[in-house]
């Protein structure tokens, strides 16, 4: 079932979510909802807060790219915990489905690895490096209340997508 993605303004969005103590049916319907309504809205991530429910939940899956490592993988990951992070970090363009039409730009470490429980409650721990690794911090943050919007490189460095564009240049 495609839910409705809560925008920028409504609290939800900036409060922190809680942890999820038991991996149950409902939390993988939640799942399925959240790849219906990511994929509907052709994004490349989506955090549970952003569906309007406040539980440590979010999904990443970025378009096959050879050049791109991780892509074409759907990730599911629950009560994500972000336990190392490079010391390179790089700068790049972000979008957020909360904030439809806008990108701007955020410096990201390159590298991080990932504790979190999988969609079926196994611990998993995964490296993940660049698109991929962004995309999952981008989604890490929306669990806090946190958005990209707080973290652009320069409060200027944010514009407009150009109309018909928006599909060309997913966000999460
Ligand atoms: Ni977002």
Redesign the pocket.
């Known amino acids: 079932m495609v839910r409705d993605i809560r925008k920028i303004g409504d609290p939800v969005l900036r409060r922190k979510a809680k942890k999820v103590e038991k991996v149950t049916k409902d939390v993988q319907k939640l799942i399925d909802d959240m790849i219906e309504t990511m994929h509907a809205a052709h994004g490349l991530?989506?955090?549970a807060p952003?569906v309007g429910v406040l539980q440590r939940v979010a999904i990443v899956e970025i378009e096959p790219d050879e050049k791109v490592p991780g892509s074409g993988t759907l990730y599911a990951f629950i009560n994500p915990e972000i336990v190392k992070v490079s010391e390179e970090t790089w700068v790049n363009q972000?979008?957020?489905?909360?904030?439809p039409g806008w990108r701007g730009e955020v410096e990201r470490p390159m590298n991080i690895t990932v504790k979190a429980l999988d969609r079926a409650g196994n611990r998993i721990k995964l490296d993940v490096e660049g698109w991929v690794a962004r995309a999952f911090q981008?989604?890490v943050d929306?669990l806090d209340g946190v958005?990209?919007i707080d973290k652009l490189v320069a409060p200027d460095r944010m514009w407009r997508v150009k109309e018909g564009e928006e599909d060309k240049e997913a966000?999460?």
């Open positions: 991530g989506l955090a952003q972000e979008g957020c489905l909360s904030i981008h989604e929306h958005m990209f966000a999460g």
